[in-house]
């Protein structure tokens, strides 16, 4: 079973962030250049919140606001819903299911180390399959007269 850890130490632990006073529209320009679907909100390095384009897409387009005129804190999850790298894919991804969101930061102790999409985690199962499945046809041809 795969765990967090190892989708980090595959894919990279660069997280993006962004602070909670700085507006919507730079937070879309960080994750327009860096080709990424959100950020964690960080004050003073901890952990205040998470911010996506859907964030941008329910909370900005569709209330008719701006985003050079509003602050990240004003569209962000503030309830964060985080996951740890000792747990396996399919606990992240129960997680993610359950609580309808696609994006998990990962911690150690208060730190975020890294963050999970729901892509990565759907990446590495598709992963481990495929070597599950070539395992087995090797067995199988391998054992044939």
Known sequence: MTSIKQVLDKKGRGVHS???DETVFDALKVMADRDIGSLVVLE???LVGIVTERHYARE???KGKTSPTTRVQDIMSRKVV?????????EGMAVMTTRTVRHLPVLEGRQV????SIGDMVRS????????IEELEHYIHGHRR
């Open 125 to 132: 199962l598709i992963d481990e399959q495929k070597f599950i």
């Open 82 to 90: 985080c996951a740890r790298p000792e747990q396996s894919v399919e």
């Open 60 to 62: 900005i387009v569709l």
């Open 113 to 116: 180390v890294g963050l999970v």
């Open 18 to 20: 962004i602070g909670p």
């Open 44 to 46: 003073n390095g901890r």
